[in-house]
């Protein structure tokens, strides 16, 4: 019923980054989290459990797995601790895959709105972007090289299944970023501090990408150098800015409330 | 030159939340954040800086700090580690007091707009908020019980010096809270994923309360049962919510937003 010394040393193996890039594979803990992928429809290779570490919850979740032809694999509580990345043993671990996507194909589908995280190197800030994307219908979200890796534990945690419902596409280089867009006919919307308020004239027509940057300097440069608009959230003056996370999502929120009032 | 054992003791002490709370002090790390408490005339008490860690930008703010006659005390660089939280030493630590403050006392200047934290208990997201009540000119801060102790160094990192440009109000109890916002005749508007869309009908005249809770089930009962209104932010309805640091920040943009069109 147990796992072999090799299995566990490839899972453990995906503690880190590098490891889950090459192997294209990803473990995510917790009844919450893996509740929202199997609703999403992003389904596991192989769910492991340790049944006496479960309540009627997660017990209903594991025969959700079952029912879609998941396979459920039975482990101690000691494995199931060594699979996870927190202090505590959350007694369900999933296996995923990485979905290989890529720019111009996600394009295709003419998503009406992209969220760009251009250089958002912290994980829960991330996390919390690609939430509120789901949140507010955006139909993609690029991360440019220099951003936190997706599949970081941190990310999908502060994601809250957001990253099952939202494609990501990751590492785009700016250049093809910024030229993908425009030639798929999309407005560049550039968070910045220095520009125009929201609310002050500017077009909102056909299919918008937001770009949002880190808060740190020297971010944004280029892909901001080709964005049709800059925007700001009007702030007290004696503030220097927002955390990027609220700032992404109160623009993501405006952006749907513009659409909302033109209907 | 240096600290007494004393010092040393009496100082690191501090980085335990009793102590913190029962000696009225608190440190704050960091050429940043002691920019925004100067600036914004939140005093220390002494600053202790270590020479061969700080740059230039942390020599013109020692020197601000000698201008406004605050004590400044030169350490090592084994001191100045000592005194801090983080991993590496910041080469400028503060100690400040904690402003004692009062609900009943700080309703007396009559903000126009308080933020309520209702039991918001992961500091990141406490501090996320006091920072866009900040930037959304909000005049008040209060926590509730459960909430974050909020001089725990993460709200503060978090706050990015928005803690020392607010008046926070920290541990009242919730029907104190609801009791005295009544008394100074606010309207209470609770954030709550059941109550009605913002932007229908509802009246913004007057003094506002917001109040924003955790994410957790079973808080913001005593609070929410006391509301005025009960609003939303409209998502898409596979997501269960946003991050609650995003969702109060996406409603004080809102009602900033309502009174500049009343303008």
Redesign the interface.
Known sequence: LSLTKTEIKYLTSLHNKKQRLREKRFLVEGTRLLEEAL??GYLPLTVFCCPSEIDSRGEKLIDGFRQVRVETKTVSSRECKLLTSTVSSPGIVALFPIRESNLSWQLREKPQRVLVCDKVGDP?NLG?LI??A????FGLVITTGGSAEVTNPKVIR?S???FF?VPVVVDVPETETANLLKQSKYSLYQADIKGSDV?TAMPITGRIALIVGSETAGSGKILGGQADYRIR????D??????A??AG??LM?WF??KE?AKK
Chains 1, 2 share one sequence.
Do not use: C, D, H, Y
């Open positions: 609703s999403a829960g919390t939430r509120s789901a949140a507010f219908r502060a809250m299944g957001g419902r609310g959230i009007p702030i007290s004696k503030v220097e800015s927002l955390n996370a609220v999502s109160i929120f749907g409330s909302e």
